[in-house]
Nanobody
Framework: EAQLVESGGGSVQAGGSLRLSCEGSGFPGRGYCMGWFRQAPGKEREVVATITSSGSSAYADSVKGRFTISLDNAKNTLFLQMDSLKLEDTALYYC??????????????????????WGQGTQVTVSS
């Protein structure tokens, strides 16, 4: 089955940057969605950014212009570049994967769908 391992979390000052990585293995097929989600203490899990296997991305309003999701297909790795970090970005960040049509082009589909495969999470803490 598909496995995902996140890395790159840590502590950073507000206004700083972090890059999260998610290395995948056992991904079948060529059509898929991948995404970054986060859950802060006392809050529900929320979608941060998603990307289709063809490279179309979508972002939560709260991170638009600050975060960038990308894929390195050769290395089977998903990235989340986080710039201009804010205190409210503090959360446990998860990467996720799910199958999709190999003809998928719409980023909205991956943004709204349910995901079946999850990593263990990596903590991001933003301080003043």
């Amino acid at each position: 089955e598909a496995q995902l391992v996140e890395s790159g979390g840590g502590s950073v000052q507000a206004g700083g940057s972090l890059r999260l990585s998610c290395e995948g293995s056992g991904f079948p097929g060529r059509g898929y969605c991948m995404g970054w989600f986060r859950q802060a203490p006392g809050k529900e899990r929320e979608v941060v950014a998603t990307i289709t296997s063809s490279g179309s991305s979508a972002y939560a309003d709260s991170v638009k212009g600050r975060f960038t999701i990308s894929l390195d297909n050769a290395k089977n790795t998903l990235f989340l570049q986080m710039d201009s970090l804010k205190l409210e970005d503090t959360a446990l960040y998860y990467c996720s994967f799910d199958r999709a049509s190999p003809f998928l082009r719409s980023a909205d589909y991956c943004y709204s769908k349910a995901y079946n495969y999850w990593g263990q999470g990596t903590q991001v803490t933003v301080s003043s």
